[in-house]
């Protein structure tokens, strides 16, 4: 198999000086896993600050089209309110009612005049209803207080009668046994008169307009603020969400620069704009100011900054805990990779210094060594010298063994591959290898690997040992044929006294044949009954000290032949010690 294999010793580098270098791949390794660990850690916590301000952005832009969206249904719920009081105003503007039971002065308790004047004051919610005439004459009164002619009430009525159109007044107090009446009145000229007036005053709890209360998503602090300027002071015209039963009374000096209606009554915020300022309450909020068509009324919808904090701390709580598991996950993979790195890097090492363990062990054996694959590819070798030249080294892996043996060899190997993987147990194949130069004998040795995948092979030479047989068969044929042509018989006891070695000459003169006298006992074969006790003693005691009184001496003895018969011999016996024990030959 060998004469067309190339193989030769590989130098390989002072093992000192693979640990060395072997160490310092190590450590840049690891301080390149560690710097690109590190660059995506502060990539991920430079991220994380960066989500952590969009987050903040994000919460309120979100908040303040939420709070643009509020504002303005707010608004527009109060343009309904007051477009509710003109259709009714609208009415009371084109009927004739009025006119024409003051003309007649009807007051019958059951008269259409007063059951619809009565209705209408309860389907309006006013607090009360009252008729003048153009002296300012009270004509009709339907509530629980007289009507009372104020500063206020009597420049409506005068714009009233002067203009012939509806008026609104302000908001206004009054004050009446030391109580505080807050008012609001339409006055509506009838049918274009310049004679009667029409004073609808509203009712207190309907200026304090609680439908604006309503917030339409859930929120702790969130409100609308429904104020007007009244003289220095800003007046809360709706009930407070934080101040209870302060509506129409709260108010606030107009000089209070971070309050957000202080803001939007300087004109500093566009309406829509996003406010950041204090409450009434003194608390950090932001809003969304609109302001009141066709009234001097402004609206605010606001919340508090520390319900938006909330908020936004619950979502930095999440991605605090996602940049965690992100931070974890990526350390965790860095050191399943550092781990994985020095495990295949000290696998590596160790598979070199088991290679170089080989190397140096097929440097001081015979054998040459191949792991070859089950299609029987050569995929590694090793070699003590160079063995043969009909290939060069860089050919032979990757080759089939069987492509680069010669005739028959080739199949006789690939059927001991197929019995290796077949049994898989040890194959041995002895061959010849004869060129003009010489006659080798070389012995394989064919096992499958522990993982079943490859086949080892180890090639010894056995050029010698086959010489070696050879020459000692040699030798015992001439041995043989010497002792055949003597006359004499020659016979070799081991120390148990057993036949080792029968001529031809002893088959003649004793009668047994070769293969019967090898492995008997000599007492068996030749010695009478009547010595054989002797001769037991005599023996054991020469095997013992390689001592006896026949050694080197010839004597007279009688023998027994293979037919019982006995025989005069001339007996001399010489000792003989091999692997430390003693023989006998005669």
Do not use: C
Request: aromatic letters at 8%.
């Amino acid at each position: 198999m060998t004469d067309n294999l190339n193989l030769s010793d590989t130098s390989k580098p002072d093992k000192n000086i693979n640990s060395t270098i072997f160490n310092t791949i190590t450590g840049q390794e690891n301080r390149r896993i560690l710097y690109f660990v590190l660059t995506i850690i502060l990539f991920v916590i430079l991220t994380g600050i960066r989500l952590v301000f969009l987050e903040k952005e994000q919460i309120i832009n979100q908040h303040h089209i939420q709070l643009q969206s509020i504002a303005t249904l707010k608004t527009e719920e109060i343009n309904h309110w007051f477009q509710g009081h003109e259709k009714n105003i609208k009415y009371l503007t084109t009927t004739s009612l009025f006119v024409n039971w003051l003309e007649s002065m009807d007051d019958t308790p059951e008269s259409l005049f007063l059951t619809t004047i009565q209705s209408l004051k309860k389907n309006l919610g006013l607090h009360s209803l009252s008729i003048l005439n153009r002296d300012r004459d009270v004509l009709y009164n339907l509530g629980q207080h007289s009507l009372k002619m104020s500063p206020q009430l009597k420049q409506v009525v005068n714009d009233a009668f002067n203009s012939r159109e509806v008026q609104f007044s302000s908001i206004y107090f009054e004050e009446r046994d030391g109580v505080i009446f807050t008012h609001f009145d339409i006055v509506i000229s009838l049918m274009g008169s310049d004679q009667y007036v029409l004073i609808m005053r509203l009712d207190e709890n309907e200026l304090r307009f609680p439908f604006i209360q309503k917030w339409p998503v859930f929120s702790n602090s969130a409100e609308a603020l429904l104020f007007k300027q009244d003289n220095k002071e800003i007046l809360f015209l709706n009930e407070l969400r934080h101040e209870r039963n302060k509506g129409l009374y709260k108010r606030i000096p107009i000089n209070n620069a971070p309050v957000l209606a202080n803001q939007v009554l300087k004109g500093e915020i566009q309406s829509g704009k996003l406010i950041h300022g204090v409450d009434y309450r003194g608390e950090a909020v932001i809003g969304v100011s609109q302001p009141i068509p066709n009234t001097d009324w402004f609206l605010i919808a606001k919340i508090d900054e520390s319900e938006i904090n909330e908020e936004f701390f619950d979502h930095i709580i999440w991605i605090l805990l996602g940049l965690s598991l992100l931070i974890f996950s990526v350390l965790s993979t860095a050191i399943i990779i550092i781990n994985q790195s020095k495990l295949n890097r000290s696998l590596s090492h160790e598979k070199e210094l088991a290679l170089d363990s080989l190397d140096s062990l097929f440097k001081i054996m015979p054998d040459q060594y191949f792991r070859v694959s089950l299609e029987g590819v050569i995929e590694d070798y090793r070699s003590q010298k160079v063995l043969s030249t009909s290939h060069s080294e860089d050919l032979i892996i990757g080759q089939k063994i069987s492509d680069i043996l010669l005739g028959k060899r080739a199949n006789q190997f690939n059927l001991k591959i197929q019995n290796t993987i077949n049994t898989r147990q040890l194959q041995t194949w002895e061959y010849e290898v004869i060129t003009k130069q010489s006659h080798e004998w070389f012995e394989a040795r064919l096992s499958l690997s522990e993982s079943n995948k490859q086949i080892i092979v180890l090639v010894r030479n056995i050029t010698s040992n086959k010489k070696a047989v050879v020459s000692l068969k040699e030798s015992e044929n001439r041995l043989r044929s010497i002792t055949d042509s003597a006359n004499d018989a020659i016979i070799m006891a081991d120390d148990e006294g057993r036949v080792s070695f029968w001529n031809t000459a002893a088959t003649k003169i004793f009668g047994y044949l070769n293969h019967e006298a090898i492995g008997s006992k000599i007492e068996q074969l030749i010695i009478p009954d009547a010595f054989k006790d002797a001769h037991n003693q005599g023996y054991s005691a020469f095997i013992k000290s390689g001592q006896a009184e026949v050694i080197a001496k010839t004597i007279d003895v009688t023998a027994q032949h293979k037919n019982g018969y006995p025989i005069s011999i001339e007996l001399s016996i010489s000792k003989l010690k091999i692997k430390n024990k003693w023989f006998s030959v005669g």
